[in-house]
């Protein structure tokens, strides 16, 4: 089925450590590439997105990498902290009757500890 | 304040049972969504408005109907409850139909069928 894979389903890290959260997608035609941030018992919110024109993208403490070589998405995090722990997915874009919609992936749960 | 809101939170109910969950933006965006989360935390999308128009409709079982009676508002109906059904379903709008239009998300709506 349609679907965005991702290599680790959890993900334990010592605060101020950097994490690396992988991402697997499956159509070689997205352009387009999306990481959420989900906390216990609230909706995902939008961290960082990156073009299939680009490879690397910056923000706050965060870093994405795209490999399109090999269908290969990649969120880093810097310094992590206990405000980071989270369920975390990537999307890719897929067109559905002439309009793009996001696929989500399964989710990466981080884990910081102190 | 400016957001996504979603009613109810919790929804209890039995099989077989006509339930409804409300989505209310003020964020003045002109595209609208429901999201299912199932108990693996897989995110998918249902269904998509633009200016009250359905413009994504995945293969959603037709007990599901939503409804947009202004751009505000996104109504999801389901008739008929069944235990599959239960998930937590999230509305999310944004400021148009591209997906590079970030998408905000509401709080969700955790749907039990028993």
């Known amino acids: 089925g349609e679907s965005v894979g991702l290599h680790l389903p959890t993900l334990s890290v010592q605060e101020g450590d950097n994490s690396i959260i992988n991402c697997a997608y499956s159509n070689s035609a997205s352009d387009y590439f999306i990481w959420y941030k989900q906390e216990s018992g609230k909706g995902p919110q939008f961290i960082i997105d990156i073009r299939s024109n680009m490879d690397k993208r910056q923000g706050q403490r965060v870093t994405v990498l795209l490999n399109k070589t090999v269908k290969h998405l990649s969120l880093q995090i810097a310094a992590t902290q206990p405000g980071d722990s989270a369920v975390y997915f990537c999307a890719e874009t897929r067109l559905s009757g002439g309009y793009n919609k996001l696929i989500f992936g399964a989710g990466t749960r981080l884990a910081v500890h102190p | 304040d400016t957001a996504v809101s979603q009613t109810p939170k919790y929804l209890v109910t039995q099989m077989g049972n006509d339930k409804s969950i409300k989505c209310e933006q003020n964020?003045?965006?002109?595209?609208m969504y429901w999201y299912k989360q199932d108990s693996k935390k897989f995110l998918k999308i249902m269904f998509s408005?633009?200016?009250?128009?359905?413009?994504i409709n995945e293969t959603v079982p037709n007990r599901f109907s939503p409804k947009s009676p202004d751009k505000a508002h996104l109504n999801l109906h389901i008739n008929s409850l069944e235990l599959g059904d239960s998930a937590v379903y999230f509305c999310?709008?944004?400021?148009?139909?591209?997906?590079?239009?970030?998408?905000?998300f509401g709080p969700g709506t955790r749907l039990t069928v028993l």
């Open positions: 999310a709008s944004s400021q148009g139909p591209r997906v590079s239009n970030e998408q905000f």
């Open positions: 408005y633009n200016n009250k128009e359905l413009i």
């Open positions: 964020l003045g965006h002109d595209t």
